[in-house]
């Protein structure tokens, strides 16, 4: 059988192949904390993630849920998103992509599509500092809060 990117087995490969790249055992924990990150778009906060994983784990501590996540963080498999309220969220999803932030419940959508770094504008305004990409966050009221 092929494995295609979305199947549990090859999350489950690249988790352990990252995981122990920076040091760190693949644990039962730390499997489905990841499992749930990646199998939602939501962006969930640490608490978002513990009510999840705590259906198929009900053991599982908030804060190994919070020390996994974080691990994730350090060690490339997820994004943290840090928001100015001190709130923060994590995304499975690492490859270059912009958000869109409902500045009524928080909610954070992922926004299709980006613009080539030669074509955002204002970048060679830049002076010494060589910009190497950017980060581009969507402001906004999301459809249940309009
Ligand atoms: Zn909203
Ligand atoms: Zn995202």
């Known amino acids: 059988m092929k494995l295609s990117e979305d199947t549990p087995l090859h999350h489950q490969a690249r988790l352990r192949a990252a995981l122990e790249q920076s040091g760190h ?3 039962e924990q730390r499997a489905a904390v990841y499992r749930f990150l990646v199998s939602t778009d939501t962006h969930p906060t640490a608490e978002d993630v513990h009510q ?5 784990l009900p053991a599982i501590s908030l804060a ?9 963080v350090g060690s490339g498999l997820a994004l943290k998103l840090n928001y100015s309220d001190g709130s923060s969220r994590y995304d499975g999803r690492t490859d270059p992509h912009h958000h869109a932030r409902c500045a009524v419940c928080g909610e954070v959508r992922d926004v299709p599509g980006s613009l080539p770094l030669q074509n955002v504008p204002g970048l060679h305004l830049a002076g010494d500092f ?17």
Request: positive net charge.
């Open 52 to 56: 999840g994983v705590r259906r198929s």
């Open 130 to 146: 060589q910009v190497t990409g950017y980060r581009l966050e969507l402001t906004g009221v999301c459809g249940a809060c309009a």
């Open 25 to 27: 055992r693949l644990t």
């Open 64 to 72: 190994t849920v919070y020390k996994s996540l974080e691990t994730f």
